[in-house]
């Protein structure tokens, strides 16, 4: 049984990734931020060197970009007593979860040049992505903002989340390449700007991590991690004992959440239960799309099995969310990302506890997933649950965000 209810994709894409705006329409933007640009140029340079004359109250900034991991990121920081502050001046539909807004006091259009004011003179550090700080949708600022942000004294640590660093030319996945062609067409006239940001922060931040499957597009890196993304561990418990309902003749209840379908693999997914469920196999399947993050945090602790994705190869936060709350994740892992984190020894040879499936194994695998009993589900699920407190917790990411601070003489 399949419960396939397509809504507004749960999207961490920006810019030309996300939606299907003409080309011309972009390129006018582009045009008038440009314009803009050579205007205030003159006074975001005073304004840069001047701030470096006053006290900032925040140790570190992490945005403008809305990801949903900012907030846990910003509790990894404060695990170490650092003073930190999430802020944005948009934000996407499954969530607001952010100190500061600025959006809310100024046009978006705006939102830059006032960001970029307001982070002068508040912070000692920003954390912020491939895109940019908070000159990142500018034309012109955009490729100066790592300058500015040294004139003004302001140290920037510099991570991938995706779409900021996919430049396919430079990775090997093709079916990334045709998951992006069919989900995010206007992806193909973003390219020679995401490589030049890229080479931009590459060249300009203070500190560069990298991990996941990022590493794929990137040529350098100071801090390579499995991934940055971390996970309250207080906040997401697994169900009590005294919760779980276990009845032997419930089907297999899966759960799957695309934030774009053809990058996932959702089809496949769907294809591979309606054929095991013709099959006889009891098994049912939700198909999660357009809710809050809230929401989709309870809907997995009463599933028995998550399923990521099938096409990029290593993990990220849905299927953290699942191990989190001591499920077995079902999530395609690269050979290759695998030895490489081995080698680099930040993963164990037999560690990662993800049940790893592809396209073409896909069926298989949850036919197996279906043959288990309760009780063994249950302990892949613990082993999910320690492999997060072990290398994805608030304690675990903060003591790596501590010494990339200290390295770059931030102190709290």
Wanted: hydrophobic content about 40%.
């Amino acid at each position: 049984m399949t419960e396939d209810t397509p809504k507004e994709p749960r999207s961490e894409k920006q810019g030309f990734h996300a939606g299907r705006v003409s080309y011309q329409a972009v390129l006018f933007v582009r045009a008038v931020y440009f314009i803009v640009d050579i205007i205030v140029l003159l006074p975001i340079i005073f304004l840069s060197a001047v701030s470096r004359l006053f006290p900032r109250a925040i140790d570190v900034g992490i945005g403008p970009v809305p990801i949903i991991n900012s907030p846990y990121h910003k509790k990894a920081h404060e695990h170490y007593g650092y003073t930190c502050e999430t802020f944005v001046y948009y934000t996407w539909y499954f969530t607001d979860d952010f100190d500061v807004n600025i959006g809310r006091f100024c046009p978006r259009a705006l939102g830059p040049y006032v960001a970029y004011v307001f982070v002068l003179f508040r912070y000692k550090c920003l954390y912020t992505y491939f895109t940019g700080g908070p000159l990142g949708f500018t034309t012109l600022l955009a490729r100066l903002e790592p300058f500015l942000l040294q004139l003004a004294g302001i140290k920037t640590v510099i991570m991938p989340y995706g779409a900021d660093i996919h430049v396919f030319s430079r990775g090997q996945n093709r079916l990334v390449v045709h998951g992006y062609a069919k989900d995010y067409p206007g992806f193909r006239h973003s390219r020679k700007r995401t490589a030049d940001l890229v080479d931009v922060w590459t060249h300009g931040a203070d500190h560069i991590i990298s991990g996941c499957d990022w590493v794929d597009y990137m040529y350098y890196w100071d801090s390579l991690m499995l991934a940055h993304f971390a996970i309250d561990t207080e906040a997401l418990k697994p169900k009590d004992e005294d919760e779980k309902v276990e009845n032997s003749d419930a089907p297999l209840r899966l759960i799957h959440a695309p934030n774009h379908r053809n990058l996932k693999g959702t089809d496949h997914i769907i294809r591979a239960v309606n054929e095991l469920v013709e099959e006889g196999n009891a098994i049912e399947l939700s198909v999660i799309e357009g809710v809050t993050n809230p929401e989709l945090i309870e809907m997995i602790r009463d599933a028995d099995v998550v399923i990521d994705q099938l096409i990029f190869g290593w993990y990220a936060m849905f299927a953290l969310e699942g191990m989190a709350l001591g499920k077995p994740v079902v999530c395609h892992i690269r050979p290759d990302f695998r030895d490489l984190y081995i080698g680099a020894s930040i993963l164990e040879p037999d560690e990662l506890p993800l049940i790893d499936a592809s396209i073409t194994t896909i069926k298989e695998t949850l036919h197996h997933l279906a043959s288990l009993s309760k009780s063994e589900l249950n302990e892949i699920g613990q082993r999910s649950r320690t492999f997060v407190e072990k290398r994805h917790s608030v304690e675990a990411i903060g003591k790596v965000f501590d010494e990339i601070n200290k390295s770059i003489n931030l102190k709290p």
